[in-house]
């Protein structure tokens, strides 16, 4: 073992492993495209963060003082447009959502990874297919929801109509990030399970699942993202009723929808960007809560 | 592949044969003494004797380093540690043939009545004893290390014959008591030289099969 | 007494003859060491002996191989064969769980529940792979956070708390520095009393001072087989031989 040494001694310590500002200066001198490249990607990165502070504050100076008590007022009604009804929406729909496409995601990719003949003709489709669905605008799947649950089904505008379109949407996302984190758990724990007498059942869920479990919920995390962020697809499905969601059956409006409809109104634009806030601060809130989900994953793992 | 290890190899087998002629020439002056008698030769077998020594240490070392270096397995392994034991008995083999030179001369200058005719005879026998084994060696041969391991006998009937004459000696003369001594222990070490000659014939025969019988 | 027979054995990759005719009986409560250049088919025999083989896509398999006279692809469960056939990987491969969840994982795989009777399971499996000394501290801990001799013969005593007859080792000590090492070889030396070790080895050193009987391999078949002193000091095959001489190709 190292002895310790103090930090104060650490701090003293003058390395001879770091280049001075005049080393650089004499290496930029002979190669003075580097330093143009530097400056260049440099740049670039002050300016991509300088738009996101940008619009994070430019949100928050115009939503901050709407952030009345008002706003939070447990009714809706045409003069006071809460946004309380459509927080609960959101979070109800989000659930529900989750609920129907994770177990699909899950299952499927455990087939594909686990079960199904590496390379097989299958695989390919279901994947290229699951990567084309990904990249189809989500009002495509609002008009597919709207046609075959709204009305084939006679669901109306409804949370079930809506979760279900949204969980075709989120499907092949979840599924292919929890593939993707099935199939970087290393061979060597199935080996080692299989080895040890374990069944395919037992190895999937004991040892192959636990160790995937970051890399399944960050595909969650990004669905739950798309879900809570979504309007035009629930337009057409969920609907824009004003009140809570009392059943699956009954219309509502999400949060992104509801401010959608209000600025469309033209009449409550302050309330827009006061809901705004509270659609970032919601957003925020889950990154945050699924960050710690994952480290606490993490630690039990690492 | 394993070049090197080979050069080594071939380098070890070079001293073994260097020592093994050192050897043969040793136990050829003691029968060149025993024959003729010569005080220079003595000399120089004297001179000759520390060169064995030095020979043996010198393979002694080589075998050891190669041992610790390359852990020879197999037919290396069997060459190196036969090399190892043989080189015991080629030094014994140059110990005792000065012994005997200089016993020889001892007696020599004392009287000239005694009979060494037996004694000239067991010299011959076993120098050549030595020489097969030698030959053996550097040929890897094993019907010649064979022939090494048979003639053992002949030596035997030889000592026993010095042995019977040197109690006549005895009995005859009780003079020469101190000259029938050194008759009997030049017998003694004739005889002990081919019994190393057999051990090295042995040590060949381990190195070529794995196995030191015949 | 042989635990385990091989008897004309023959194994194939899609068309690659990967194992040619090997018959091959190894005896019960020895070491047995397979040795050989890579790609000779050591470690396809050794995988073929837990049917670890059976996950790899165009692997065909004829011929017989027994363990304690049972046809092992016969009647036999696969997940009981490999309960009584333990088997030790090239790189430690513990579970990213605690060091207990590891040892106890095929115990409870194979239907111990009680707390009691997995804490002394986990104990006498650490005590057995001479480890428990460094671990019993940390039975709560990470074992990924394990050194890789750690981690390697904790593989060990994971393989040992579900009683096996036979230990497999494919090259475990390859990725281990000298003193591991040698504490898995004087591991292996102390398990031989109580089980059948059957190992692939690229150290010829470590057969030499760890088995009983070797058996060297080329290009698919068994070139020899014998007990290991005589295979390394007088070996019958010329190929033997100029391999572990080194004077191979």
Same mark, same amino acid.
């Given at each position: 073992?190292?002895?310790?040494?103090?930090?104060?001694?650490?701090?003293?310590?003058?390395?001879?492993?770091?280049?001075?500002?005049?080393?650089?200066?004499?290496?930029?001198?002979?190669?003075?495209?580097?330093?143009?490249?530097?400056?260049?990607?440099?740049?670039?990165?002050?300016?991509?963060?300088?738009?996101?502070?940008?619009?994070?504050?430019?949100?928050?100076?115009?939503?901050?003082?709407?952030?009345?008590?008002?706003?939070?007022?447990?009714?809706?009604?045409?003069?006071?447009?809460?946004?309380?009804?459509?927080?609960?929406?959101?979070?109800?729909?989000?659930?529900?959502?989750?609920?129907?496409?994770?177990?699909?995601?899950?299952?499927?990719?455990?087939?594909?990874?686990?079960?199904?003949?590496?390379?097989?003709?299958?695989?390919?489709?279901?994947?290229?297919?699951?990567?084309?669905?990904?990249?189809?605008?989500?009002?495509?799947?609002?008009?597919?929801?709207?046609?075959?649950?709204?009305?084939?089904?006679?669901?109306?505008?409804?949370?079930?109509?809506?979760?279900?379109?949204?969980?075709?949407?989120?499907?092949?996302?979840?599924?292919?990030?929890?593939?993707?984190?099935?199939?970087?758990?290393?061979?060597?724990?199935?080996?080692?399970?299989?080895?040890?007498?374990?069944?395919?059942?037992?190895?999937?869920?004991?040892?192959?699942?636990?160790?995937?479990?970051?890399?399944?919920?960050?595909?969650?995390?990004?669905?739950?993202?798309?879900?809570?962020?979504?309007?035009?697809?629930? +337009?057409?499905?969920?609907?824009?009723?004003?009140?809570?969601?009392?059943?699956?059956?009954?219309?509502?409006?999400?949060?992104?929808?509801?401010?959608?409809?209000?600025?469309?109104?033209?009449?409550?634009?302050?309330?827009?960007?006061?809901?705004?806030?509270?659609?970032?601060?919601?957003?925020?809130?889950?990154?945050?809560?699924?960050?710690? +989900?994952?480290?606490?994953?993490?630690?039990?793992?690492? | /592949?394993?070049?090197?290890?080979?050069?080594?190899?071939?380098?070890?087998?070079?001293?073994?044969?260097?020592?093994?002629?050192?050897?043969?020439?040793?136990?050829?002056?003691?029968?060149?003494?025993?024959?003729?008698?010569?005080?220079?030769?003595?000399?120089?077998?004297?001179?000759?004797?520390?060169?064995?020594?030095?020979?043996?240490?010198?393979?002694?070392?080589?075998?050891?380093?190669?041992?610790?270096?390359?852990?020879?397995?197999?037919?290396?392994?069997?060459?190196?540690?036969?090399?190892?034991?043989?080189?015991?008995?080629?030094?014994?083999?140059?110990?005792?043939?000065?012994?005997?030179?200089? /016993?020889?001369?001892?007696?020599?200058?004392?009287?000239?009545?005694?009979?060494?005719?037996?004694?000239?005879?067991?010299?011959?026998?076993?120098?050549? /004893?030595?020489?097969?084994?030698?030959?053996?060696?550097?040929?890897?041969?094993?019907?010649?290390?064979?022939?090494?391991?048979?003639?053992?006998?002949?030596?035997?009937?030889?000592?026993?014959?010095?042995?019977?004459?040197?109690?006549?000696?005895?009995?005859?003369?009780?003079?020469?008591?101190?000259?029938?001594?050194?008759?009997? /222990?030049?017998?003694?070490?004739?005889?002990?030289?081919?019994?190393?000659?057999?051990?090295?014939?042995?040590?060949?025969?381990?190195?070529?099969?794995?196995?030191?019988?015949? | 007494?042989?635990?385990?027979?091989?008897?004309?054995?023959?194994?194939?990759?899609?068309?690659?003859?990967?194992?040619?005719?090997?018959?091959?009986?190894?005896?019960?409560?020895?070491?047995?060491?397979?040795?050989?250049?890579?790609?000779?088919?050591?470690?396809?025999?050794?995988?073929?002996?837990?049917?670890?083989?059976?996950?790899?896509?165009?692997?065909?398999?004829?011929?017989?191989?027994?363990?304690?006279?049972?046809?092992?692809?016969?009647?036999?469960?696969?997940?009981?064969?490999?309960?009584?056939?333990?088997?030790?990987?090239?790189?430690?491969?513990?579970?990213?769980?605690?060091?207990?969840?590891?040892?106890?994982?095929?115990?409870?795989?194979?239907?111990?529940?009680?707390?009691?009777?997995?804490?002394?399971?986990?104990?006498?499996?650490?005590?057995?792979?001479?480890?428990?000394?460094?671990?019993?501290?940390?039975?709560?801990?990470?074992?990924?956070?394990?050194?890789?001799?750690?981690?390697?013969?904790?593989?060990?005593?994971?393989?040992?708390?579900?009683?096996?007859?036979?230990?497999?080792?494919?090259?475990?000590?390859?990725?281990?520095?000298?003193?591991?090492?040698?504490?898995?070889?004087?591991?292996?030396?102390?398990?031989?009393?109580?089980?059948?070790?059957?190992?692939?080895?690229?150290?010829?050193?470590?057969?030499?001072?760890?088995?009983?009987?070797?058996?060297?391999?080329?290009?698919?078949?068994?070139?020899?087989?014998?007990?290991?002193?005589?295979?390394?000091?007088?070996?019958?095959?010329?190929?033997?031989?100029?391999?572990?001489?080194?004077?191979?190709?």
């Amino acid at each position: 073992m190292a002895d310790k040494t103090g930090s104060a001694e650490i701090a003293e310590i003058k390395p001879i492993n770091k280049l001075t500002l005049k080393q650089r200066l004499m290496s930029y001198k002979r190669k003075p495209l580097s330093l143009v490249m530097l400056l260049l990607v440099a740049l670039a990165a002050l300016i991509s963060a300088a738009a996101l502070v940008f619009i994070i504050v430019y949100v928050l100076v115009r939503g901050i003082p709407n952030l009345t008590p008002e706003l939070f007022s447990l009714t809706y009604n045409s003069d006071n447009v809460s946004c309380m009804p459509s927080i609960i929406n959101t979070v109800l729909l989000t659930l529900l959502t989750i609920l129907i496409s994770v177990p699909f995601g899950i299952g499927s990719a455990i087939y594909l990874a686990e079960y199904a003949k590496k390379g097989s003709k299958l695989v390919k489709v279901i994947r290229t297919m699951a990567e084309t669905l990904a990249g189809i605008p989500s009002i495509v799947y609002g008009l597919f929801g709207m046609l075959f649950f709204v009305y084939t089904l006679n669901w109306g505008y409804s949370l079930l109509a809506g979760a279900f379109t949204l969980a075709i949407m989120v499907l092949p996302t979840i599924m292919r990030t929890a593939e993707e984190a099935l199939l970087t758990v290393p061979d060597s724990y199935r080996e080692g399970s299989f080895g040890l007498g374990a069944g395919k059942l037992r190895t999937i869920v004991r040892i192959i699942l636990p160790s995937a479990m970051p890399g399944i919920l960050a595909g969650v995390i990004l669905a739950v993202g798309r879900i809570v962020g979504e309007t035009a697809a629930l +337009i057409y499905t969920y609907g824009s009723a004003t009140g809570y969601t009392t059943g699956l059956l009954s219309s509502g409006r999400s949060l992104a929808v509801h401010m959608y409809v209000l600025t469309n109104e033209g009449l409550h634009t302050d309330q827009a960007w006061g809901t705004a806030v509270v659609l970032l601060v919601l957003v925020f809130g889950i990154n945050t809560l699924s960050a710690f +989900i994952a480290k606490k994953l993490g630690n039990k793992k690492g | /592949m394993r070049e090197y290890f080979d050069l080594e190899l071939a380098n070890l087998n070079n001293r073994l044969i260097g020592m093994g002629t050192l050897v043969e020439k040793a136990i050829k002056d003691a029968v060149e003494m025993i024959t003729n008698g010569n005080e220079e030769l003595l000399k120089a077998a004297r001179e000759q004797e520390e060169v064995i020594n030095s020979s043996e240490n010198k393979i002694q070392n080589q075998c050891i380093r190669l041992l610790l270096h390359q852990a020879p397995v197999a037919a290396d392994l069997r060459y190196v540690s036969s090399a190892l034991k043989m080189i015991t008995d080629l030094e014994r083999i140059g110990d005792q043939a000065i012994d005997i030179a200089e /016993m020889t001369q001892y007696i020599r200058n004392r009287s000239s009545v005694v009979n060494m005719t037996h004694i000239q005879e067991m010299a011959e026998q076993a120098a050549k /004893m030595v020489t097969l084994a030698i030959d053996a060696f550097v040929k890897k041969d094993i019907d010649l290390a064979q022939t090494v391991s048979r003639s053992d006998d002949v030596i035997d009937g030889l000592f026993d014959k010095v042995k019977n004459e040197t109690v006549e000696l005895i009995h005859s003369n009780k003079e020469l008591g101190c000259e029938a001594i050194d008759l009997m /222990m030049i017998a003694k070490y004739l005889e002990r030289i081919g019994d190393h000659a057999v051990n090295i014939a042995e040590w060949v025969a381990f190195s070529i099969t794995g196995s030191r019988e015949f | 007494m042989d635990k385990f027979t091989i008897d004309k054995m023959n194994l194939y990759y899609g068309k690659f003859h990967a194992l040619k005719d090997v018959t091959l009986h190894m005896p019960e409560n020895k070491i047995t060491a397979f040795i050989g250049p890579s790609g000779c088919g050591k470690s396809t025999l050794l995988k073929s002996l837990n049917r670890m083989n059976d996950l790899v896509e165009g692997c065909k398999i004829t011929g017989d191989i027994r363990l304690d006279g049972e046809d092992i692809y016969g009647n036999m469960d696969v997940n009981v064969l490999r309960k009584r056939v333990g088997m030790v990987f090239q790189k430690a491969n513990p579970f990213p769980m605690s060091v207990y969840d590891n040892i106890a994982f095929g115990p409870r795989t194979h239907g111990i529940k009680s707390k009691r009777e997995l804490d002394r399971i986990v104990e006498e499996s650490l005590r057995d792979a001479a480890i428990w000394d460094e671990l019993k501290d940390r039975l709560k801990k990470s074992a990924l956070g394990l050194s890789g001799g750690q981690q390697q013969r904790l593989c060990i005593a994971r393989a040992l708390a579900v009683k096996p007859e036979v230990l497999l080792m494919d090259e475990a000590t390859s990725a281990l520095d000298p003193i591991s090492t040698g504490k898995i070889e004087e591991l292996c030396l102390k398990l031989k009393d109580d089980y059948t070790i059957i190992m692939v080895t690229h150290n010829m050193q470590q057969a030499l001072r760890v088995s009983d009987n070797t058996a060297f391999f080329l290009l698919g078949e068994m070139v020899e087989y014998n007990t290991t002193d005589a295979v390394f000091s007088s070996p019958k095959d010329k190929r033997t031989e100029e391999y572990i001489t080194g004077r191979f190709g």
